[in-house]
């Protein structure tokens, strides 16, 4: 399922990034305006062999309204993945809609490429402010509807075949938030968020929050 609504989303961006660009100095509509990639890390969790990951994202659509000539109120619709990775050893062992962190079993070897995948769509509301006309910083929060999670795991089994598995439909914690904070230059920049709620929800998973911090590309048509 994640990977159809992924190619929907790719689908969209395609679409209005080359068809949605309207701008009449004050208020303004856009069909894409950056794509991030960055690490994920792990706040505050109740399991210390819960490591971090991936995070990328990208916007659909965002609207503008210029106050004045170099800031700009938007809200936007953007679309998130976040992959959370475990200790050499351990993987994410999953079973009736809940996961958990667990040593790998006799058999099982070679066990490093375990991870938790969710995805997201988030509704930021943000200020920018550009100096000398290409300088943006960039500060704001989202609320985010997170969808169930996916776990994965890779090892070796006893005869040294190659086995993997995932499991879909973890629940996550539905309704979450973030703070965040960017600063780009021309079409590129640093991007970094926080986003201290638990991933999974209540009794799904290990208790964590997370951050990230990442590479920010901007449409230099905005």
């Not at 169930?148 to 995932?166: E, F, G, I, K």
């Not at 996550?172 to 938030?177: A, N």
Request: glycine share 10%; aromatic share 14%; proline share 3%.
């Amino acid at each position: 399922m994640k990977k159809v609504i992924f190619t929907i989303a790719f689908a969209i961006v395609s679409i209005l990034g080359a068809s949605a660009q309207e701008d009449n100095g004050i208020v303004y509509f856009n069909g894409i305006s950056n794509i991030r990639i960055g690490y994920a890390g792990i706040l505050n969790s109740s399991d210390s062999k819960v490591q971090g990951g991936i995070d990328f994202g990208f916007n659909l659509i965002e609207f503008g309204v210029r106050p004045y000539a170099s800031g700009a109120f938007s809200l936007g619709a953007d679309f998130m993945l976040d992959s959370f990775g475990t200790a050499d050893g351990y993987y994410y062992n999953s079973a009736a809609h809940r996961t958990e962190v667990s040593p790998a079993l006799l058999g099982m070897k070679d066990v490093s490429r375990s991870r938790a995948t969710i995805c997201a769509f988030t509704f930021p509301l943000n200020f920018t402010q550009t100096i000398g006309g290409k300088l943006a910083v960039t500060l704001g929060a989202a609320a985010k509807i997170n969808l169930n999670a996916d776990t994965y795991v890779d090892y070796l089994n006893a005869t040294d075949d190659r086995c993997s598995y995932s499991v879909y439909g973890i629940p996550t914690t539905r309704l979450t938030y973030d703070i965040h904070l960017a600063v780009s230059y021309d079409d590129f920049g640093i991007y970094a968020s926080y986003s201290p709620m638990n991933v999974f929800a209540n009794g799904a998973g290990p208790g964590f929050g997370f951050f990230s911090i990442g590479a920010i590309f901007t449409n230099p048509e905005n």
